[in-house]
């Protein structure tokens, strides 16, 4: 068994804590291993007082061949399942072992116990990460080059059109979409590399790519950009009115900091959320006022008693019940936006006690990102 030292040094520390009291001259910690076809065996892996480093196991050890009154064994057990043993000698005559005593080194047979129980399941955990990790490099392996032919057939195509301006177009928006998904794949070659986990989200979020390059310059405008063209894009395809900005403000074409990124991520679960939700010929937009983002739908609705609970995680509205989902994209968005220093609301009635640039927005459903416009940029 390959242990950790976190926890060879642990179970010491378990055995040097009992010191010399009430007798006792030696501990020895054996645990129980069997490789396949095998007779299992019990391997020496601590012991006090340290004599040297040489552990042998229990079948090696020719003082064990003959029993003794000074020697307890204590099974080190999980449930039904013997893990290893806690072998005690002493200085007592007799075998005449006071209760306290035994009391005390079940205790600690049973610490040692949970710590071996907790080292196998983590040594399990690892095992399943590594055999992910190992899939996933599989993944991206197979995947880079049908991308990277998708690309070449793209400009082939753009080739052979010559003249036709709006079929280009379209293609070259293929061709910006491969590029989204190329950064799919760079963030999931990432997971190789040690993780630092955003604290407070939850491990569902990975809506957009994380902005991988923290050289680049970013701005509101261009992480909305390829957003808005994927919308624009849905609401022709499904014939839906869709409207976005004509004027971006100062504030949206200046640099941002790294962190602020995951704007990005809060309007593309919106929009998603407002294309799958809303009924076929609601239109579909986002505005920009001078304090942050409104997008949203003239489809059905959303009840009043309903305005806080869809920002509760797991819940889902009346208009998502026959609808594909998990009830977690406007939790995560909230919590992305608070994380940030902002907030996201449901307007219910944009005509009172909101943004003054709302007021005339007549649409039933307004989801507000609201920002802290002044700690954006860097």
Not at 351 to 367: A, G, Q, T, V
Request: with cysteine; charged share 25%; proline share 4%.
């Amino acid at each position: 068994m390959n242990l950790s030292k976190k926890f060879e040094e642990l179970v010491i520390k378990q055995l040097e804590s009992f010191d010399c009291s009430m007798g006792v001259t030696h501990l020895v910690m054996y645990l129980a291993s069997a490789k396949h076809g095998t007779k299992a065996s019990f391997e020496m892996i601590g012991q006090w007082p340290k004599k040297d480093r040489l552990l042998i196991s229990m079948e090696d050890d020719p003082s064990l061949k003959f029993s003794s009154p000074n020697r307890r064994w204590y099974p080190l057990q999980e449930n039904d399942i013997l893990l290893g043993v806690l072998r005690v000698e002493t200085d007592l005559t007799g075998g005449d072992w006071p209760v306290s005593l035994d009391t005390r080194l079940k205790a600690l047979s049973i610490s040692l116990a949970k710590c071996v129980s907790i080292e196998l399941e983590r040594q399990n955990k690892n095992e399943e990460i590594n055999y992910l990790k190992n899939q996933v490099n599989v993944i991206i392996h197979q995947l880079r080059n049908p991308l990277a032919a998708l690309r070449t057939y793209a400009k082939l195509l753009i080739k052979r059109l010559g003249s036709d301006d709006d079929s280009i177009q379209l293609v070259e928006r293929m061709i910006i979409e491969q590029q989204q998904i190329n950064q799919y794949v760079d963030s999931f070659a990432q997971l190789n590399s040690p993780i630092q986990f955003p604290l407070e989200i939850g491990e569902e979020r990975l809506l957009l790519p994380p902005n991988l390059d923290n050289k680049k310059e970013i701005t509101v405008q261009s992480l909305l950009r390829p957003i808005l063209e994927r919308g624009k894009a849905n609401a022709k395809l499904e014939n839906r009115d869709w409207a976005e900005p004509s004027f971006w403000p100062d504030w949206t074409l200046s640099p941002l900091k790294a962190k602020y990124a995951v704007i990005a991520e809060i309007a593309a679960n919106l929009l998603e959320n407002a294309f799958k939700y809303a009924h076929k010929d609601a239109e579909i937009g986002l505005t920009i006022t001078s304090k942050g983002l409104g997008i949203f739908d003239n489809g059905k609705k959303i009840t009043k008693n309903e305005n806080e609970k869809i920002f509760q995680k797991g819940f889902r509205g009346s208009a998502a019940k026959k609808k594909d989902g998990t009830g977690v994209g406007l939790f995560l968005a909230r919590q992305l936006a608070q994380q940030i220093g902002g907030d996201l609301k449901l307007i219910e009635n944009s005509s009172i006690n909101h943004d003054e640039e709302l007021k005339n927005l007549k649409k039933r459903n307004i989801f507000y990102l609201e920002l802290p416009i002044k700690e954006l940029h860097s």
